[in-house]
């Protein structure tokens, strides 16, 4: 792999950044982790520089957040509440539930979306539901990209200190997907619970 990430850096640059991390958004796969923190020693070796690379990699999230995003518009409240209308007594979801979960989106959503950037896998996926509630596309654009820069520049600067032990920093990384997956599994299943109790 990398190689494979060599010869497209080597060849394309920063076009070659912005390409891989909006793919990765969408469809992810290779996880931003390895990209960013690769990229970043290829300034080391390369005349790839960190400013670059971190802009042209902000720049391929941002592209992908809104494709995704505009996928999120299509499922809008009223298309949900024709899923909920022919489905909802399987899943126990209610129309009022859609209409719950729309208002708090509306009230947490940009906040949602920058702590979200920060969470492997969700990071990208985030920008569904963002869609899907109408949030405001100038705001999810601004929280978006804070967010993702935030993430481009420790990663970056990480595999630029670290140079050719970059793999490490991708380690580290799993580890910290791990632990986070782990709590959102945990705080998944006790809201599971509480939303089957109150259902009772």
């Not at 963002?130 to 420790?154: D, Q, R």
Request: proline share 3%.
């Amino acid at each position: 792999m990398q190689n494979w990430l060599t010869d497209i850096m080597n060849e394309f640059g920063y076009m070659g950044i912005m390409f891989l991390i909006a793919f990765e958004n969408i469809f992810p796969p290779i996880p931003s982790e390895v990209i960013l923190t690769f990229g970043g020693f290829m300034t080391t070796t390369s005349k790839l520089s960190i400013i670059g690379v971190i802009i042209s990699a902000t720049a391929g999230s941002v592209i992908g957040a809104i494709v995704l995003y505009i996928i999120g518009l299509q499922l809008d409240v009223e298309r949900l509440e024709k899923i909920v209308g022919r489905w909802g007594h399987i899943l126990r979801i209610t129309k009022n539930d859609i209409h719950k979960a729309d208002a708090w989106f509306d009230k947490y959503g940009p906040w949602t979306v920058f702590f979200c950037r920060f969470v492997p896998l969700i990071r990208s996926l985030i920008s569904i539901p963002a869609g899907m509630s109408n949030m405001n596309v100038s705001l999810f654009l601004l929280f978006t990209t804070i967010g993702t820069l935030i993430w481009n520049i420790v990663l970056v600067y990480l595999g630029a200190s670290v140079g050719g032990s970059w793999e490490v920093i991708v380690e580290y990384m799993e580890i910290y997907s791990r632990v986070i997956y782990g709590i959102l599994f945990v705080l998944v299943i006790v809201l599971l619970y509480l939303f089957m109790k109150r259902k009772k």
